[in-house]
């Protein structure tokens, strides 16, 4: 069994669409602090889980320097975005989405880890 982390900066703006009054609905910015956790119990045949370098050209590639209401077509929350982000490798099981200190959303795809509890870091 093999685990992995990748750790991505993304510099992206959201406005949030909220049931409630709130700033979060005019478009700002964050410097997002994102963590994906990876899982395989074997490597392919280049000697990996997942190579970092095609999850940083993904990752970046459609968040970096963008409007994610623009980008993706659901509510840009934290954790919306964890949720896609986990979805998006199949060996992703979880994923930490930070827009600001101390604002932080964890998203942890039960069935991935599914007979692998007590192994998970």
Same mark, same amino acid.
């Given at each position: 069994?093999?685990?992995?982390?990748?750790?991505?900066e993304i510099s992206?703006?959201?406005?949030? &669409?909220?049931?409630?009054?709130s700033k979060c609905?005019?478009?700002?910015?964050?410097?997002?602090?994102?963590? =994906?956790?990876?899982?395989?119990?074997?490597?392919?045949? /280049?000697?990996?889980?997942? /190579? *970092? &370098?095609?999850?940083?050209?993904?990752?970046?590639?459609?968040? /970096?320097?963008?409007?994610?209401?623009?980008? *993706? /077509? *659901?509510?840009?929350?934290?954790?919306?975005?964890?949720?896609?982000?986990?979805?998006?490798?199949?060996?992703?099981?979880?994923?930490?989405?930070?827009?600001? *200190?101390?604002? &932080?959303?964890?998203?942890?795809?039960?069935?991935?880890?599914?007979?692998?509890?007590? =192994?998970?870091?």
């Amino acid at each position: 069994m093999y685990f992995i982390s990748k750790k991505l900066e993304i510099s992206a703006a959201h406005s949030l &669409t909220l049931s409630y009054e709130s700033k979060c609905s005019s478009l700002h910015g964050h410097n997002w602090q994102i963590e =994906l956790f990876f899982v395989g119990r074997e490597l392919n045949q /280049d000697g990996m889980v997942i /190579d *970092f &370098t095609h999850v940083k050209k993904a990752v970046h590639g459609k968040m /970096d320097h963008a409007n994610l209401n623009e980008v *993706f /077509d *659901f509510n840009p929350t934290a954790e919306n975005i964890g949720r896609w982000l986990v979805d998006l490798f199949p060996e992703c099981y979880k994923a930490t989405v930070q827009e600001s *200190f101390g604002n &932080t959303a964890v998203v942890v795809d039960e069935e991935k880890i599914r007979g692998i509890e007590h =192994l998970v870091p």
